[in-house]
């Protein structure tokens, strides 16, 4: 058992990784031994939390939207440059959308779609020989999908897009987890809840209210998600194959609602 949660020794790349949900992951996996290489849209940001993280471990900075598939391939070409094969992808990169029913636009309906669910499948296409090259059958590579728990129950935001394109990330996850198992490369999912994040407003800005509606009594912690992200990557998770987790304090599969109304 000894062991058991180390990433020693492995790369990762991790989208989104800049900042919230991504951010709190690239820490977890530098702390425990990865070299971590995360992007984001936003050059200036990417850099500075690259260097903010790199007291952690080596973690490298790759600019890049990836919300094309121009840009997934870019991604992986740039990642290339730095590494021969690659342990772990998490495909955090994502958007949101709110807007009334009789109102939601479809430039808004795309930009979630597309970040969400197309990027997702393209980047992890893109990265499919790299994934290869660094799994066997006694320590696969991962994909690690980020979803949400608003694709496993409804919530109360008009946010159409969102909660269909996280509910299409878990069933994606499933899909590609029975093809690419074959490689050697296991596919799983974390279905995050309250987190402070850009994304969750409302759990940044009213934390204490919203733990209200939580059964665990408060929102998520870095090391929460750090820590669900790491039993996945590690070989500790290496018989986790298709399944997505929810990382929320009890909100799916209880009933309640972490977003008052």
Not at 52 to 74: F, R, W
Not at 193 to 218: L, T
Request: charged share 25%; hydrophobic share 40%.
């Amino acid at each position: 058992m000894k062991g058991l949660f180390s990433l020693k020794g492995r790369t990762a790349l991790v989208t989104g990784g800049s900042r919230n949900i991504g951010k709190m992951i690239a820490q977890g996996f530098l702390e425990y031994g990865a070299t971590v290489y995360i992007a984001s849209r936003k050059a200036a940001d990417c850099d500075k939390t690259a260097e903010e993280l790199s007291k952690y471990g080596k973690c490298v900075s790759i600019p890049q939207d990836v919300s094309t598939v121009a840009g997934c391939q870019e991604l992986a070409a740039k990642y290339l440059k730095h590494e021969k094969s690659l342990d772990i992808l998490v495909n955090n990169a994502g958007a949101a959308w709110g807007a009334p029913f009789d109102e939601f636009p479809e430039s808004g309906w795309d930009k979630t779609m597309n970040l969400n669910v197309k990027s997702l499948f393209f980047l992890t296409q893109a990265l499919h020989g790299p994934l290869k090259k660094a799994a066997s059958h006694e320590r696969p590579a991962k994909v690690i999908n980020i979803a949400s728990i608003d694709g496993i129950r409804i919530n109360p935001w008009e946010t159409y897009a969102y909660q269909a394109s996280k509910a299409a990330v878990i069933h994606l996850t499933r899909k590609l987890a029975e093809r690419l198992i074959k490689d050697d490369i296991c596919v799983s999912g974390i279905a995050p809840g309250a987190f402070a994040s850009e994304m969750n407003r409302a759990a940044r800005d009213h934390g204490d209210e919203v733990a209200k509606r939580i059964p665990a009594r408060r929102i998520g912690r870095t090391e929460d998600m750090a820590g669900a992200a790491i039993f996945l990557a590690s070989k500790a998770g290496d018989y986790v194959v298709g399944d997505t987790i929810a990382v929320d304090g009890g909100v799916a599969y209880s009933g309640f609602s972490h977003i008052p109304e």
